[in-house]
Nanobody, 117 residues
Framework: QVQLVESGGGLVQAGGSLRLSCAASGGIFSLNAMGWYRQAPGKQRELVATIFRNDSTNYADSVKGRFTISRDTARNTVYLQMSTLKPEDTAVYYC???????????WGQGTQVTVSS
């Protein structure tokens, strides 16, 4: 069984930085994709960034140049380095480990990021 545990959220002023971490336990060998999503109050959940086993990445236009997704395969951990944070980045952030070939799909519990003006 797979469980994802997130950490690193908090309160930060606009222009500041945070790093989110998501560590997985259990069998994730067949999962080739890892991603970060966010959901702000009253908004749909949206994709923030994705990284694949071949190290290719995708970013939402709103975070390009400010956020960086990375992974530590040995530790089964994915990170989201967030810089130059804006109030509109305020949301609950969720990590996701999944397969693009099978229905396997696992989500973290969410971590709150709040950016003050």
């Amino acid at each position: 069984q797979v469980q994802l545990v997130e950490s690193g959220g908090g309160l930060v002023q606009a222009g500041g930085s945070l790093r989110l971490s998501c560590a997985a336990s259990g069998g994730i060998f067949s999962l080739n994709a890892m991603g970060w999503y966010r959901q702000a109050p009253g908004k749909q959940r949206e994709l923030v960034a994705t990284i694949f086993r071949n190290d290719s990445t995708n970013y939402a236009d709103s975070v390009k140049g400010r956020f960086t997704i990375s992974r530590d395969t040995a530790r089964n951990t994915v990170y989201l380095q967030m810089s130059t944070l804006k109030p509109e980045d305020t949301a609950v952030y969720y990590c996701r480990f999944y397969s693009t070939y099978t229905p396997r799909d696992y989500w973290g519990q969410g971590t709150q990021v709040t950016v003050s003006s």
